[in-house]
């Protein structure tokens, strides 16, 4: 797997960002059963993203990730497995430093647990996955979270039912 790596805000470098996507990616990869991909990254800011945010999904605001997949993936039914990739180059992924940080400091996590677990999240809306419905979200989720189980990150939902907290924004 090839993370092609932008960073356009220096504040990611101190992340180890690098590593960090590899190994988040990677695992979302595996656990899907998908080799040789690439996902370009672009590791931004808050103004950059809400720009893209506004460009592309007609929101003029930022959000703390984003994906843009090469081809459509998406599943037939909600709940139902998304197709496998035709395509090597799985797609683009953009991920916001502020974004991030202030939302890993509301839950009281680890930055570097919190964007993991996004990018986690944007691997699997390359691979076709979405959160659009109840049935795609709790699939989706339910992947998450066995996903950053095995890479030693605690459930970022909890135990908290319907009051956990939101890790992306739509």
């Known amino acids: 797997m090839i993370v092609d790596l932008i960073i356009e805000d220096v504040r990611w470098e101190a992340l180890g960002l690098d590593a960090l996507a590899e190994r988040a990616c990677g695992a979302a990869l595996a656990h899907e059963g998908v080799a040789g991909a690439e996902i370009s990254l672009l590791a931004c800011d808050d103004t950059r993203i809400a720009g893209l945010n506004a460009e592309f999904r007609g929101k003029a605001t930022a959000t703390n990730v984003l994906s843009?997949?090469?081809?459509?993936?998406?599943?037939?039914?909600?709940?139902?497995?998304?197709?496998?990739?035709?395509?090597?180059?799985?797609g683009d992924i953009a991920i916001a430093f502020e974004t991030c940080a202030r939302e890993a400091a509301e839950a009281g996590r680890e930055i570097t647990d919190h964007v993991a677990h996004l990018l986690v999240h944007g691997t699997l809306h390359l691979l076709g996955y979405d959160h659009i419905d109840d049935e795609d979200a709790a699939l989706m989720e339910g992947i998450e979270v066995e996903i950053l189980g095995k890479l030693g990150i605690s459930d970022p939902y909890g135990d908290a039912g319907e009051d956990r907290p939101v890790v992306w924004k739509d």
């Open 68 to 90: 843009w997949p090469s081809e459509e993936r998406a599943a037939d039914v909600p709940g139902g497995q998304p197709r496998a990739p035709v395509d090597p180059e799985l």
